[in-house]
C-alpha cells in the first residue's frame, strides 16, 4: 500500500527499498517505521512510502482530520460572533435583574452547535474565536464549544452533547454578580477578594436556577471548579459527587483559561497548555476525559503555523506519538526541527496562515 509518509505510523512495515529525490537510499525493505525513522524520511524529503497492508501501527486518533478550508471557517465566524454578542446581552441582564431571557440561549447557541457537527479542526475554530477584547464573553464561548465536543468524543448523544455545550456557556454566568473591580482586577486578588470571586458558581447556580428549569447546567455552574481529589470549590467535592458534564466543563474552563489573554495572565501556547492538563489528569480533572481531549486535540495541530523561540516560524508536519507535545517542525523546504529531540527550541505561538 502507498501512503504519503505524513500518514505513515510507528509499527508500519516498509515493504521496499526507499531512496531520497537523489537517489540514495534512506530506509531498506522489511524496516518496522519508528517515530525517528518517519522524521529521517521527511527530512530526506521522501514523500511517499509503500507499506504492508496489516502493519500495526498506532490509534488512528493521531491521523489528522481534514483540515478546515477557508470558507468552513468563514461560515462559522458570524454565528461565533453573534453567540459572543448573545452572551453579552445575557449578562448584563443577569447583572441587572438576577436573571436572563431562557429563549435567548437556545436561539443562539442552536444553529452554531448545528454548524460545529461539520467542523472538526477544533483548534482553527478556537484561534477564530479569539475576536474581540472581553475574556469573560469570549471564555463562555470557547468552554460551551469545548464542552460539547468533549461529550461528542466521549460518545455521548448529539442531544446529550447539546446539554453539555450548554451548561459550558453557560458556566460563568455568576460571575455577572461579581463587582467590576474585582472581576476585571490587573493585579493579583486580595484574599478577601478571591473569596468573593469563588462564590461566582454559587450565584450562577442561583440566576440559573431563577432563570430556567435547566437543572444540568445549574449544577454544572455550581461544580465546575470541584477537583477529584476534593481540592475544588465550593464544595470541596470527590469524584463520584461530580456531574460528568461538570467534569467536562472543568476541562473545557481549564484550557480556555489558559489559552486566552486576561487583565493578569498572558495566554499560553495552546500544545503547551495540553500537555499542562495532561499532569491534571492524575488526581484534579477527569482523567477519561481529559484524555480523550488531548487525544482528539492533537491532530488539529497538523499543518499550524508555528513561531519559534529561535524566531523562525514554521508549519507542524508530524506528531510525536512518544512526546506528544513536542512535534516536528518543517521549517524551510530543507529544513526540519525534531521538538522531541532539540529541548532547547519550544514553540511560543500557533497560528492560522493567513
Known sequence: MRVHVTDAKPGDRLTSDTYNRHGVPVLIQGTELQHEDISKLIMHGV??????????????????????SPESLKRAIPLIEQTIHGFESMFLEASATGKFDESRVDELLGPLISELTHQKDVVSMLLIMERGDHYTYNHSLQVGVLSYYIATWLGYTEEEAYIAGKAGYLHDMGKSMIPDEILNKPDKLTPEEYQEMKKHTLYGFDIIRNSTSDEISAIVALQHHEREDGSGYPHGLLKEEIHPFASITAIADVYSAMISDRVYQTRQELLTVLNEL???????????????????????FINKQVLLTTGQTGTIVLNNPVDYFRPLVKISENEYIDLSKERHVAIIDIYLET
Open 47 to 68: 514523500d511517499y512510502i509503500d507499506i504492508d497492508d496489516g502493519s500495526a501501527g498506532i490509534s488512528v486518533d493521531f491521523a489528522p482530520d481534514v483540515p478546515a
Open 278 to 300: 495532561h499532569s491534571m489528569s492524575f488526581g484534579h480533572l477527569n482523567p477519561e476525559a481529559t484524555q480523550v481531549f488531548i487525544r482528539h486535540m492533537l491532530p488539529n
